[in-house]
């Protein structure tokens, strides 16, 4: 069993390595606004974090992470460039198993840098990498990136690429706009009656959304049934990306032989060749990398571009022990008008302490 | 130690659970004043009534206090996310149907899936500045529906009655709530999303799987499941 003071010192020993790599140590309240989070994540964060409340402050969230403080933190008043550690418990609200903690020791590490990203990526994933060395993990990364750029490259309407961009993190639905959108799948009778005019209400329009905005939604969906549908050889193209799952360097190659037919896509796979190199550079094994375009996918988070986790090979059934990655659109979102570009990586000592004490 | 039966103190769920009991030879009566929660059960030994709120039912059965319980499939599986570890179904009892749907002003007939409803909510922050609000007392079973479904940009708002009435009030954009004939909705200018709904729900006989048993309770337990249920 391991205790809450292992757990601690360990913590302690982790962010002195960070501290020792340049970073400031900082601290964030436990406390964070229900509506930043909501606004940011959607009512799924409920789901996943603590909600309470009082009558004057209305919601408030216990953190479910740090980085969205920080972020704010250093939106409102850090200097550039800039490198944080920090470590403390975060609380994840646990319906459906038991087993897992809600609440554990988080100890990260943050770059806010706009000169040189591949470098910060690396940079990152070395550190991290380097502490959990000792572990033999199973390394995973990926890149966000990718897939927008495809989706933002696609020859067909801007309504359409909205749409697939704001559910790239919902692979499920995503697959189903893109079905939609490529002809796959047929207009529902109704729906062939809406676009045509067929059919009439007579109950009266009760709430707030208008008619306003009922008819620009049929409209919206009449301009996209004249709108020819996404082709299949660029479906075969997504799909292709969608696939690539290979050590470091194949992959680079399968991503550069698509984006012969997907040029949309060339300047994100340059950008994994140069952080390719910068691990290399820090000494990274990038060999025997595994890079995967679906990685990330579905865990609800804020990340934008590079991203990595740490897995236990023998241990399936414990979540990454560590995971991280670039967030550029998250300071956008909270920086109200700034924006810098960052990377980042949480460790779970309690987690680490778990699996040594195993071998 | 006896062998606890929880029933739904009033109303016609409890007058239901009592004819469906007494059809199998259990006779449970409210013993007492006209106010006062006690019962009785004849026909069978060493079993206890105990009168509580149909939604106190799923919580009591989890945590061992009931060994058997009278309440709704929504209630358990909105109250009891690992539920299929705490409690068991014996026999689903026939009346108390219910549908936990969707639904959204009739006139709104851009919507009629999941798939609107996302494209909506959207539009509606865009416009707004707010995200589409759902009122209902599901709250989990209807987040997890929506994130199935693959919605985003919508908000849950508490209502725990008069739910149909939320979208005329414009505290909500929609609802999430429990239909039987539908006939409230239609009232309301309201209609159900033309998908499956949420849940399928009625009341049902469940059985605890943490509540302690004596080897005399064993007996008990045996002889009332094959009574119900032969």
Redesign the interface.
């Known amino acids: 069993m391991i205790t809450r003071a292992q757990t601690l010192a360990r913590a302690a020993e982790l962010r002195a390595r960070f501290e020792a790599a340049g970073a400031l140590p900082v601290e964030t309240p436990i406390l964070q606004s229900a509506e930043t989070l909501?606004d940011l994540y959607?009512?799924?964060i409920?789901?996943r974090a603590y909600v309470t409340s009082d009558a004057l402050r209305g919601e408030q969230m216990l953190r479910p992470d740090f980085t969205v403080a920080v972020v704010q933190m250093h939106m409102a008043d850090g200097a550039e460039p800039a490198r944080y550690t920090y470590s403390g418990e975060v609380f994840r609200r646990q319906?459906?198993d038991?087993d897992r903690a809600n609440e554990y020791i988080q100890v990260g590490y943050e770059v806010f840098d706009r000169a040189n990203p591949a470098a910060s990526d690396a940079e990152v994933f070395a550190l991290i990498a380097q502490a959990v060395a000792p572990l033999n993990l199973r390394a995973a990364t990926g890149d966000i990136g990718l897939l927008t750029a495809a989706v933002r490259g696609l020859k067909t309407t801007e309504p359409r690429k909205a749409?697939l961009l704001?559910?790239i993190w919902?692979p499920?639905?995503f697959r189903?706009l893109l079905d939609?959108f490529s002809g796959r799948v047929p207009l529902?009778a109704?729906?062939e009656q809406?676009l045509a005019g067929d059919?009439a209400?007579d109950?009266?329009?009760?709430?707030?959304?208008t008619?306003a905005?009922?008819d620009?939604?049929?409209q919206t969906?009449r301009d996209d049934a004249k709108a020819p549908p996404v082709s299949a050889a660029e479906v075969d193209l997504l799909d292709a990306l969608l696939g690539v799952r290979e050590t470091l360097p194949f992959a680079l190659e399968q991503l550069r032989d698509i984006a012969v037919d997907l040029p949309s896509i060339s300047s994100a796979v340059d950008g994994i060749s140069r952080r390719a190199e910068a691990l290399a550079a820090r000494g990274v094994d990038v060999e025997n990398l595994p890079f995967e375009t679906s990685f990330g996918r579905t865990s609800m988070e804020y990340y934008d571009g590079f991203v990595f986790g740490f897995f236990s090979p023998n241990r399936a059934d414990l979540p990454a022990l560590a995971t991280g990655g670039r967030y550029d659109a998250l300071t956008r979102r909270l920086g109200q008008g700034a924006e810098i570009p960052a990377v980042g990586g949480v460790l779970r000592p309690g987690l680490m302490l778990e699996l040594e004490a195993q071998s | 130690m006896t062998v606890k039966l929880g029933v739904p103190s009033k109303g016609r769920l409890m007058e239901k659970t009592f004819d469906w009991f007494s059809q199998r030879g259990v006779t449970l009566t409210r013993t007492g004043s006209e106010r006062e929660y006690a019962g009785a059960v004849n026909g069978v030994q060493g079993v206890s009534l105990v009168l509580l709120s149909a939604g106190e039912v799923p919580r009591e059965l989890a945590t061992g206090r009931l060994h058997f319980g009278v309440t709704g499939t929504d209630l358990v599986q909105e109250r009891l996310p690992l539920w299929e570890q705490q409690i068991e179904p014996v026999q689903e009892l026939g009346f108390g149907h219910a549908d936990l749907v969707l639904a959204v002003p009739k006139a709104w007939i851009d919507v009629d899936t999941l798939d609107d409803l996302d494209a909506a909510a959207t539009a509606f922050r865009a416009v707004h500045n707010m995200r589409l609000r759902i009122a209902t007392k599901y709250h989990r079973l209807v987040r997890e529906h929506l994130r199935h479904g693959g919605v985003a940009d919508y908000a849950l708002v508490d209502s725990q009655g008069a739910t149909e009435g939320t979208v005329a009030n414009e505290t909500a954009e929609a609802i999430a709530d429990i239909t039987s004939s539908g006939e409230t909705l239609r009232a309301n200018h309201l209609k159900v999303l033309g998908e499956e709904p949420i849940l399928r729900s009625q009341a049902t006989l469940w059985r605890s799987r943490v509540a302690p048993v004596s080897d005399a309770d064993r007996v008990v337990i045996d002889g009332l499941i094959s009574q119900l249920t032969g």
């Open positions: 909501l959607g009512e799924e409920r789901a319906e459906h038991p749409a704001r559910h919902r499920r639905r189903a939609r529902s109704r729906r809406l059919i209400c109950a009266p329009l009760v709430g707030k959304r008619q905005e009922i620009r939604r049929i969906l």
